[in-house]
């Protein structure tokens, strides 16, 4: 049986994949980096402009809003929330679950409606969980716990193992 809570194993034809998807998406919603992250917070793959902003760092922070959002969530007698939005003055935030294990994160400028940015998102999280359930089907009894990774030395990660 496929052990749920880890990732499953990527193969650089996947991280391909998502890539096409995510840099599709920041044409169509006009938003700035959108990134994958695992809900422990580690970054997966991330496309758009990445000069100014601290990914490693975003990546991980949004991922404890969004989870402690589902604290809240489980408080209002909410099974889950979907999304989490954080307006600002220059920047927007928009975080969305993929699946069980993932998570869309977008940046995008304010001026841009949320609007446009969740819609097209919809379509973006679904490509994304299919890559993903693709990866998980060619090798249903491995996957990848990012929380045990050693940062020192992270080549385990990249070894396929048979």
């Known amino acids: 049986m496929p052990d749920m809570t880890t990732l499953p194993q990527l193969l650089e034809e996947d991280i391909q994949r ?27 793959a991330h496309q758009g402009d990445n000069r100014h902003f601290d990914l ?10 969004f989870m402690a959002n589902q604290t809240i969530a489980n408080l209002v007698h909410e099974d889950n929330f979907e999304s989490v939005y954080q307006q600002g003055g220059k920047y927007s935030m ?8 993932c998570l869309l994160m ?13 819609y097209h998102a919809a379509e973006a999280r679904q490509q994304i969980a ?33």
């Open 130 to 162: 299919n890559q993903l359930k693709i990866a998980q089907q060619r090798d249903p009894g491995r996957g990848v716990d990012l929380s045990v990774l050693n940062l020192a030395d992270p080549s385990e990660v990249f070894r396929r193992k048979l």
């Open 106 to 118: 977008v940046i995008f400028p304010s001026k841009t409606g949320v609007g446009v940015v969740k």
């Open 56 to 65: 490693t760092t975003i990546g991980a922070l949004a991922s404890g809003a």
């Open 94 to 101: 928009f975080c969305a679950s993929i699946d069980e294990h």
């Open 18 to 44: 998502i890539d096409r998807v995510m840099m599709d998406y920041l044409d169509r919603s006009d938003a700035v980096t959108a990134l994958v992250i695992d809900k422990g917070g580690f970054l997966i």
